[in-house]
């Protein structure tokens, strides 16, 4: 298997590990930080791996007998229980700073270089693989695929924050997707699909509130023929919200797309599942009106409270040309499944779908 992280996107690496993992026939994982340097809609792709990652992701990682990570940092977010992480595998470790190699994970082979440049060469010595030697791996990882897709219960507890995700990829299938940090971020990481790198733009490592609206301004600048969407948190966009005036002044037409269920939402997410819903400091519902606060800046505000209000406000926004603030009311205690607790193995995973 290839578990490849952000380090494939800083080395331009994305179509030499394509090339690479066709020639092996092997399963590939992108961290967080990685999602977009391999298609996401590719066979062989099996998502992220992780505390939010896919079953199946985590199911490959623990089965398979060899691990090939490439510019990824073994962080305690993909690894889980350190001790039984891969339990079957041999790992070969590829990363430009040998600081990383075993740095939290004992590795069996090293190769401290640029990403791009040793998948290159692996790809001219490496033997090709024929598909049918990799049959009965991958038709278990296809049934995996099959029996724990990503799910979500439908409208009946309110607007859900995936469907949003997915209707925000029908909208636009092209679209340049950056993020706030929180739920909202895994939602957009595990629902929308990316077919290119650079076209995810989240904060790893410490997680950055507020980082999002800003970074996407800058992404809309640097790619102004693309549509930019800033996936948000209603926590999240107020560490930055005055950048709406930055947006607007400069003429800078960011979509904002703020699910808004009145929570820190993934802290008020570990306060339910492990304090007993014991909510501190985490509900902020009724803090500001998103609308109102767009409008005073100049920008255009929509609120959506139902379903079929969806589809409208996203084709309104992309056509209005201006900064657009949308305000999802989104169900208030949505959780993001699946979740493996903090400390666990990756394959000890909790199904979080609401009933």
């Known amino acids: 298997m290839i578990y490849a992280g952000g380090g494939i996107l800083g080395s331009n690496a994305s179509e030499e590990l394509l090339q690479f993992a066709e020639h092996v026939q092997t399963p590939v994982t992108t961290t967080l930080t990685g999602i977009g340097g391999?298609?996401?809609?590719?066979?062989?792709?099996?998502?992220?791996?992780?505390?939010?990652?896919?079953?199946?992701?985590?199911?490959?990682?623990?089965?398979?007998?060899?691990?090939?990570?490439?510019?990824?940092?073994?962080?305690?977010?993909?690894?889980?229980?350190?001790?039984?992480?891969?339990?079957?595998?041999?790992?070969?470790?590829?990363?430009?700073?040998?600081?990383?190699?075993?740095?939290?994970?004992?590795?069996?082979?090293?190769?401290?270089?640029?990403?791009?440049?040793?998948?290159?060469?692996?790809?001219?010595?490496?033997?090709?693989?024929?598909?049918?030697?990799?049959?009965?791996?991958?038709?278990?990882?296809?049934?995996?695929?099959?029996?724990?897709?990503?799910?979500?219960?439908?409208?009946?507890?309110?607007?859900?924050p995936q469907y949003i995700i997915e209707q925000i990829y029908e909208a636009c299938k092209d679209a340049i997707i950056v993020t706030e940090v929180g739920q909202h971020q895994m939602w957009a990481a595990q629902y929308y699909k990316f077919s290119e790198p650079r076209s995810f733009i989240t904060s790893g490592g410490l997680g950055t509130m507020g980082y999002g609206y800003p970074a996407s301004i800058g992404a809309k600048v640097g790619k102004p023929d693309r549509v930019v969407f800033n996936i948000a948190g209603d926590g999240s966009f107020q560490m930055n919200s005055q950048e709406i005036a930055t947006a607007v002044q400069n003429d800078i037409p960011v979509i904002v797309a703020i699910m808004n269920n009145g929570y820190l939402g993934m802290v008020r997410q570990w306060q339910e599942l492990f304090f007993e819903k014991r909510y501190s400091h985490t509900c902020i519902r009724d803090s500001v009106d998103f609308v109102k606060l767009a409008e005073a800046y100049g920008a255009v505000g929509i609120r959506v409270e139902k379903t079929s209000e969806v589809k409208p406000a996203l084709e309104k926004a992309m056509d209005s040309g201006k900064p657009v603030i949308i305000d999802f009311i989104v169900e208030c205690e949505e959780n993001v499944s699946p979740m493996v607790p903090a400390g666990a193995p990756i394959n000890e995973i909790l199904d979080l779908e609401r009933k």
Request: hydrophobic share 35%; net charge neutral; aromatic share 8%.
């Open 38 to 160: 391999f298609p996401t809609q590719h066979p062989l792709y099996v998502g992220m791996p992780g505390m939010h990652g896919t079953k199946y992701a985590n199911y490959t990682i623990q089965e398979c007998d060899l691990l090939i990570a490439v510019g990824a940092r073994f962080d305690d977010r993909v690894t889980g229980k350190l001790a039984s992480f891969a339990p079957n595998a041999k790992i070969l470790h590829i990363d430009i700073d040998p600081a990383e190699i075993s740095k939290n994970i004992a590795v069996d082979i090293p190769i401290v270089g640029d990403a791009k440049n040793i998948l290159a060469s692996l790809n001219k010595y490496v033997k090709p693989v024929e598909k049918e030697n990799r049959k009965e791996w991958l038709d278990r990882i296809e049934g995996w695929k099959k029996s724990y897709p990503l799910h979500y219960v439908g409208e009946q507890d309110g607007l859900k």
